[in-house]
């Protein structure tokens, strides 16, 4: 695959290195000379010097046969626009552009920049894993259908231990996908029976986490 | 010229050029917001005037172009009109698609010094302006007369 990168600071240097290692045909482009310099030592022709929002920049890179741009650069407002050229006037089918500032997220989106990978989105995520708000983690979001898929352990005392499926009760837009009982996964069936120690993940409708959470994950205090 | 009673301009880029609109606009009474991400960019708007530029009624809002509270803060969601002209093309280039896109704003003008993208976004329907094509033809049109 030929592929072109803006942008040789950390990332953009390693993603080159790892895609010439896997065999990929790939231009790099830096616009800073010294770094362009330190670069050029590893990667030889392989990487061009100058502005990669630059049109004719871009064209010399050969992005019209390129088959994947991957937009890299310390600034989004340049990620965004050379994805959004490399796709919309250059053609190219995948591009993939890096988000400095998780805000900045929906602007990827409206621009049709997609994916577009936030590091910092990333590490809050991987936070959110390591210290689950409601011991709750989220497994996958899907903001535009506003779901979720959350993995929650069943805490001793909680409402839903020791209860089949079918009497969980569980609120309209919740459902009990999968249960995990000692490293096996299972889909459960109406009939298998909820225990304190299982992982189990439901898929909800955004705003239903706390509801979902109280039925696992907090012990009822017994009277 | 037309005017356009009342029209809420907002101007993204308090430099030379996006200053001069500023006051030009607020003199022809339109009520003018300001967004710059450097807190001294006020001094440009003041220059040669007798008061202040709040004081005048204008607005000015300290913030980075691309951040969307920033945009809000100055009012992007109420804008008429909506001029990029920071120093960034590109940044000028994408914050002039959110304006119309996502705040469906009709007037939207963007300074673009390359124009290699002035002219692709306006094939794609952004109202781009290029001085440096402007300059281009000026100067070749002078150098043109000189010669004949």
Known sequence: MYVVVVGGGKVGWNLARELIDKGHELTLIEANQRRYATVEDALEHRVHYGDGSELWVLERAGIERAEMVIAVTGDDEDNLLICQVAREKYGVERVIARCNNPRNLPHFDLLGAKPAVSAT???????????????????LDLPEQELEIVELEVVPGAPAAGIEVRQLGLPDGALLISIVRENRGFVPRADSTVEAGDKVLVMLEMGLEEEINKRFAEAVAVG | MVRVPGMFVLIVGAGR??????????SEGHEVSVLDEDPEAIALLERGQDSGWEDMGGQFTVGTALEIDALLAAGIDRADAFVASTDGDNTNLIIAQIAKKRFDIEKVVVRVLDPLRAAWYREQGLHTVCPTQVAIEMLEAAVREEVA
Do not use: F, N, T, W
Not at chain 1, 122 to 139: A, D, N, T
């Open chain 1, 121 to 139: 989105d990333l590490i809050l995520r991987l936070i959110e894993h390591e210290v689950p708000q409601y011991g709750m983690i989220h497994l």
């Open chain 2, 17 to 26: 050029v996006g200053s001069a609109i500023a006051k030009g606009m607020l």
